[in-house]
Structure formats: C-alpha cells, structure tokens
C-alpha cells in the first residue's frame, strides 16, 4: 500500500485550473521532495491532503483513507507543517503540544512530547509563551505540532524558510532520524540543496501539471552536461578546442564536457599546442540545473 497516492486531482478557482489532473504515488518511507516554482500547486495539493481544501475531482488517499469520504482516520495518518505561522498567543510551547495531542484523543502523551522538544531544541522555552518566541522558534513549534500525535507520514511544506542555519541542521537531523524509523516524508523547500542531499525521489510541478516523478539517481542522471574550466598558460585556446567552447571568465574557459572520458583528449589537445594548464575544475550538474532545465523544456 503507498502512503499517499493522488489520482487526477484537479482543483478550480472559478476559471483558474489551480491543478491540472495530477496523479503520482508517494510509497511507505520515501523522502519524497515535491518541487516546483511559485504557483505551481504545490501547496494546494498539500491544502487538499489536509483537508483545507477539496479536490475539485479526483481523488487523494493517505494510508489507504480517503481525506474526504474516510476522513477522521486520514487526518491522524499526517502530520503537516503548513508554511504560514499559526499559533495560539495566549498558550505556552508544552500547552500547544498538549492540546494538539488533545485533537487526537492522546493522553498522557508528555514522555514523547518530551523528546520532540529536545530534538527540535526547545526544552528551554517548553513555559514560555508562544508571542514571546522569535520567529524561528515559532518554527520548530509548529513541527512540533504536526509530530506530536506521531502520524506515519509527516508533510513539510517550505520549513526553512527564513530560518537559522542551527534550526535547519537540528530539524533534518531529527526528520532523518523519523524517516529511518519507517515515517514517510514529503517535502516542499526552494532549497534544492536540501532536496538533493535528502530525498530518494523528486516529483515536479508546473503550472498545476506534474512534468517529471523519477528516483533522485535517476533525475540526476538525465543530464549528464559536465563542464570543465581551465586556465592555461598563455591564456588562448586551441583551435580544435573552439567547439566546446561554453563561456570565458576568470582568464579561463569553460568547455562543455559531455562525457568524463573526453577529459583526456582536451588536455591532450591542449599539450599539443604547447600550453600548459595553470588549474582546472570538472563540475556536474546538481539538482538545480537539473530543475531549472526541466522547467524550460516543459511546454
């Protein structure tokens, strides 16, 4: 069974088609990132897994619940971290938790409530209230929120956003550690670098439409464009070197590299005209070139 699984989902606001028949499956222990730019519908295929909104047709199931027809058992199967800051002024940090768990029927639940404290760094401000917390704090409140009724899949949209690199570091090194005890995750960031370094599958949104869902090796594969800059003494490239020719800068050049083993054919090439090589860097593409490409190939 996958832990998510959304089948045409299309979602209108009068005439604007906010999603545009999406279907994709997140399976039981994925890291799952969910990319996109602004307005792709990204956070409005997360409102309808959490029951902000309804799904103008099709249909989106957690665990095997419909989050409309089997609604009560798919809202305890997710735990979501919405990207707007939503609290209650007037609670301290343990009363919010603790009322979360009331949501869910949880009693005696301080044990747990205990751990995510500490492992989101907030045990100090466990009394404090919630208006006298930074912004930052007030974060890994409401991550605390979504984990504190300890839901198999765990949805984060945009969680760094405006945060402290301490607050990043505690936060993946706590996720990781949920999602290697069996929690699934999906992720929504602008940080690709998170993704990349997090994630074993990526799906893309555009303008409502899914137009890529592959395993992170997979995506990272399909453009193999490499690239190799090289300073040389004196600074001219050899003829026969003119057609890889991407860019010069930094009294170099930047020569497209389409295959690893053509590396030693340039510095041949490059000998033979008598030059010698003052530095040189290979560079591959990450997941942002892989993604920025991916949205200017999609029609």
């Known amino acids: ?30 890291f799952f990132a ?30 095997g619940h419909d989050v409309s027809a089997d609604y009560r058992p798919a809202r305890h199967a997710v735990g979501i971290v919405p990207q707007e800051l939503v609290f209650d002024p007037f609670f301290t940090v343990r009363e919010t938790l603790q ?20 492992n989101l760094g907030l045990t100090a401000k466990a009394h404090s209230n919630m208006r006298q917390l930074s912004g930052g704090m007030k974060r890994r409140v409401m991550v605390a929120q979504a984990l504190v009724h300890r839901p198999p899949v765990i949805v984060l949209d945009e969680p760094t956003a405006g945060v402290d690199v301490e607050l990043r570091q505690t936060l993946w090194a706590f996720i990781q550690k949920l999602n290697e005890a069996g929690h699934t995750i999906v992720l929504t960031t602008h940080y690709l670098e ?12 555009k303008q409502g439409r899914l137009i890529a869902l592959e395993d992170k090796a997979t995506l990272m594969k399909r453009n193999k464009a490499r690239s190799v800059f090289l300073r040389l003494k004196p600074a001219r490239l050899p003829e026969t070197l003119q057609h890889l020719l991407v860019a010069e800068r930094d009294d170099g050049f930047e020569l497209k590299l389409a295959d690893p083993d053509a590396l030693p054919g340039i510095l041949l090439a490059v000998q033979a ?10 560079s591959k593409p990450d997941l942002e070139d892989i993604f920025v490409e991916t949205m200017r190939g999609a029609a």
């Open 1 to 30: 069974m996958s832990a998510i699984v959304f089948d045409r989902v299309v979602k209108r606001y009068g005439e604007f088609e906010a999603l545009s028949g999406v279907s994709f499956a997140v399976e039981q222990g994925d």
């Open 34 to 63: 969910l990319l996109g730019p602004n307005g792709a519908g990204k956070t409005t295929l997360i409102s309808i897994l959490g029951g902000l909104a309804q799904a103008s047709s099709g249909s989106v199931t957690v665990m």
């Open 99 to 118: 009322f979360q768990s009331g949501y869910f029927g949880i009693k005696r639940n301080d044990d747990w409530i205990d751990e995510i404290l500490a």
């Open 194 to 205: 998170e993704a990349e370094a997090l994630c074993n599958r990526i799906a893309m949104l």
């Open 273 to 282: 005209c008598g030059l010698s090589i003052r530095d040189i860097d290979v």
